[in-house]
């Protein structure tokens, strides 16, 4: 049984290496080497996740443009870069997650509360991360109750229903530190 296997492998190698056809003008080495050639070829999307979940791309290369060779050499030169590596059909997506906003909610301001105190922070309201300023003259159990459950609401902004998150962004979060400082000044029209 072996003896048959063995003489059928052999006369199937010398058909594949007689027949011109099957080649296709390609020598063996050329078709070993296409899958390298392929990976040289393949796009890399590099991309930048900002704290607002927004993503922005940053570069797009192709693998030999960083001579690299293989696939682990890709993904451990991004890796130390502080990027994930995901081979996607075609292309690779690198992704590096960044602790700042991205530019369209960098300039935005939402109130809510830290340490009972009115607290100002950067971004739009969800995203607590980054507190600006405390205002320490006004402390959260002396406004008016309606405002008090609008500020709380604001701090647990994700589990708030679509309605209420549409209201409390009306009332608490703002374009730019303008809008912020004016809504300050008439904190008393903010407690109707």
Known sequence: MLAVLVVLLLFAGLYFLNNNELLDNF???QVL???????????????????CGDVQEVARRTVG????????????????????VVRLENTFLAQTKVNDFCNYHN?????????SKLAIFQGPLGY???????????????????LQVK???????FQMTPETQAMLRYELEFANEDGLYAALENLDELQE
């Open 128 to 146: 607590n991360q980054k507190l600006i300023s405390l205002e320490e003259n006004i402390d959260v159990n002396t406004l008016h109750p309606g």
């Open 27 to 29: 020598t063996i080495q």
């Open 151 to 157: 500020l709380q609401q604001a701090m647990d902004f």
């Open 65 to 84: 443009s960083l001579n690299i060779k293989t696939e682990q050499e890709l993904k451990e030169y991004y890796e130390a870069k502080g990027f994930a």
């Open 107 to 115: 300039s935005f301001r939402h109130l809510g509360i830290h340490n």
């Open 33 to 51: 080497a296409q899958p390298a050639a392929q990976l040289q070829e393949m796009v890399i999307r590099e991309e930048k996740v900002h704290i």
